[in-house]
């Protein structure tokens, strides 16, 4: 596989390893270099991880824009130090009836406010708050607005909830069902996690890593429109002016191009810049650094 390549990887991830495990065999596998990730998942966690390659990794901030959806199994009576089933049990509670479960979900949709849990990624003075956990040492981590758009109930069977939570990223889903339980006067700890989407990146669509060729690459153009962004085909003088970095329209003048977030590609496919033209003059988000689309400038 080409070690410059742009685009995206669809990857399923197993349970039991991490986000950065992925990254490790794919490079392994493929040969390259250049790779970052869309959002990690909890190494208990499994499902979908999309992938960045070459200057796709520049489109970490887009996708954590984007609405991601989880299927989740919480057993109820019990809880555990992590919120997961990798921690330790501290505490048993009554299980709770249905109803009261159902019942109390309204308050747990919309905008709510979220502590992350003590053992999570989040940053406390420069490390990590699972780091500090394990040396049992406290931390006070800051609630946090997340948007949970909906949830839905697939079943409960023998003190587990099986749910699908469509929500935005940054949402953790363990405290999620944690929160909820406590509402309901009980205790819960998520068994299994599976991140199923991913705006309109399905779960359906991805690979094991280690299934993983250079076949299974979504293109820029291909990935860009999947994620609603308008792909504009430039000609060879706006493509010159665009990788030059050149002004594409004065401030308050009229253009033809999409409001909002578009790219440009050449005439030949080349990916050429993101564009933000939301404000009165458009600007770069970034522009290609693959200059070989000069050459069909010529």
């Known amino acids: 596989m080409n070690e410059k390549i742009s685009g995206f990887l669809l990857v399923n991830k197993p349970a ?4 950065f495990d992925i990254i490790r065999i794919i490079k392994k596998t493929t040969g390259i270099k250049k790779l970052g990730h869309s959002g990690t998942l909890d190494p208990f966690a499994e499902g979908l991880v999309i992938i960045l390659l070459g200057q796709m990794t520049r489109l970490f901030n887009l996708f954590s824009t984007f609405p991601k959806t989880y299927r989740a199994f919480a057993e109820f009576g019990k809880s555990t130090d992590t919120l997961d089933i990798t921690g330790s049990f501290k505490e048993e509670a009554a299980v709770p009836e249905f109803e009261l479960i159902i ?13 992350p849990p003590v ?11 699972y780091e500090l956990a394990r040396k049992g040492i406290a931390v006070d981590l800051k609630e946090k607005e997340v948007t949970v ?25 363990r405290t999620l069902a944690s929160d909820l339980a406590r509402k309901c006067d009980s205790a819960a700890f998520l068994k299994k996690l599976i991140r199923t989407q991913i705006g309109d ?13 250079g076949k299974d690459v979504v293109t820029p153009e291909e990935g860009l429109k999947k994620c609603g962004i308008p792909v504009i085909t430039a000609d060879k003088i706006l493509t010159e002016k665009i990788l030059n970095g050149k002004k594409l329209s ?49």
């Not at 019942?103 to 502590?115: A, H, M, P, S, V």
């Not at 053992?119 to 708050?129: L, P």
């Not at 030949?268 to 003059?281: P, Q, R, V, W």
Request: glycine share 6%.
């Open 149 to 173: 758009n909906s949830i839905k109930i697939n079943s409960f069977k023998d003190n587990i909830l099986d749910f699908t939570v469509n929500c935005s990223s940054g949402t953790y889903i």
């Open 119 to 129: 053992y999570s990624a989040v940053h406390v003075n420069g490390i990590r708050a």
């Open 250 to 298: 004065e401030k308050g003048s009229e253009n033809q191009f999409p409001a909002g977030i578009f790219s440009f590609f050449s005439e030949k496919g080349t990916f050429l810049a993101l564009i933000d033209n939301s404000i009165a003059e458009m600007r770069y988000l970034f522009v290609s650094s693959d200059k070989s689309a000069c050459n069909e400038c010529n």
């Open 103 to 115: 019942d109390n979900l309204k308050y747990f949709t919309g905008i709510i406010k979220q502590r």
């Open 201 to 213: 990146f399905h779960l359906e669509e991805a690979k094991l890593p280690d299934e993983i060729t």
């Open 16 to 19: 039991g390893i991490s986000t």
